[in-house]
């Protein structure tokens, strides 16, 4: 099991994997109430610095469920040198179908929404594992403003409008599916900056690194477009949230 490995370079100085700032994970850490030996399933975990620093704030106990090898090394590597390996423990598998041993208290699922084939599927992932008054928590796309050109679409990761919805419609999708939005945390222009521009000066090191490795070429074609599409499409018009959402 692996993803493409241009995401393992481009992402190799990221903690977090998503449009957060470490601030805005604490924001949403603490706005979720976590309090010590609570227990946490993060699905999607990416190189587990949620679960790791809510560990360390909060208490909390977790597991961490990512299907790159590298990733769960770094999340393992992050709990030792925040001194919380005997809260968290990370497990390299498929999320797709993993359902806890024992029910948590927060059941997450952030950037990775594909794992249920959207929020809705990723909400009913996260339930199989949720205490009944558990929370849900999972961190997705929307459409901060609808492009009207397909240059535009493309440019925000889409093929088509319908690939995102709007946050309107987000929590429309999720309250008619049966869950209370209990609150939210949300990227902004500074905190995608983080995590989208940090990108290229990856991709520009192992480029100039590694001159003769086979990916070198796609890398480089993406260095080229991608700060021109950011600036001109997905830093305009799409928007990230973190939900956290509650089963009625
Ligand atoms: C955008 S990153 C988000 C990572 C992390 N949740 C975060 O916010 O920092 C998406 C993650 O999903 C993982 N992933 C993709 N498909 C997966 C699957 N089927 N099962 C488990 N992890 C998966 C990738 O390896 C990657 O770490």
């Known amino acids: 099991m692996a993803i493409p490995r241009r995401f393992t370079i481009a992402e190799s100085s990221h903690r977090i994997l998503d449009p957060f700032t470490p601030a805005k994970l604490a924001d949403l850490g603490n706005a979720l109430h976590l309090r010590p030996a609570m227990s946490m399933l993060d699905l999607a975990c990416g190189k587990g610095e949620a679960l790791c620093q809510w560990a360390k704030a909060h208490g909390i106990r977790g597991t961490g469920v990512d299907i790159n090898q590298p990733f769960v090394d770094a999340a393992n590597a992050r709990s030792h040198e925040l001194g919380v390996s005997d809260q968290v423990t990370f497990v390299h598998s498929d999320a797709?179908?993993?359902?806890?041993?024992?029910?948590?208290?927060?059941?997450?699922?952030?950037?990775?929404?594909?794992?249920?084939?959207?929020?809705?599927?990723?909400?009913?992932?996260?339930?199989?594992?949720?205490?009944?008054?558990?929370?849900?928590?999972?961190?997705?796309?929307?459409?901060?403003?609808?492009?009207?050109?397909?240059?535009?679409?493309?440019?925000?990761?889409?093929?088509?409008?319908?690939?995102?919805?709007?946050?309107?419609?987000?929590?429309?999708?999720?309250?008619?599916?049966?869950?209370?939005?209990?609150?939210?945390?949300?990227?902004?222009?500074?905190?995608?900056?983080?995590?989208?521009?940090?990108?290229?000066?990856?991709?520009?090191?192992?480029?100039?690194?590694?001159?003769?490795?086979?990916?070198?070429?796609?890398?480089?074609?993406?260095l080229d477009i991608a700060p021109g599409q950011y600036v001109r499409h997905q830093r305009r018009y799409l928007g990230w949230g973190a939900f956290a959402l509650m089963k009625r």
């Open 96 to 222: 797709s179908e993993y359902v806890s041993d024992e029910p948590v208290d927060v059941a997450s699922c952030m950037g990775a929404t594909w794992i249920g084939d959207g929020p809705v599927g990723t909400l009913d992932l996260l339930a199989r594992s949720l205490k009944p008054s558990g929370l849900a928590v999972i961190g997705d796309c929307y459409w901060r403003e609808v492009p009207t050109t397909q240059e535009a679409i493309e440019g925000s990761f889409a093929r088509s409008v319908e690939d995102f919805p709007t946050l309107w419609g987000l929590i429309e999708t999720v309250q008619q599916a049966g869950w209370d939005v209990v609150e939210m945390v949300h990227a902004d222009e500074h905190s995608w900056d983080r995590y989208v521009a940090a990108q290229w000066l990856n991709l520009r090191r192992f480029i100039d690194e590694n001159p003769d490795d086979e990916i070198v070429p796609e890398l480089r074609a993406e």
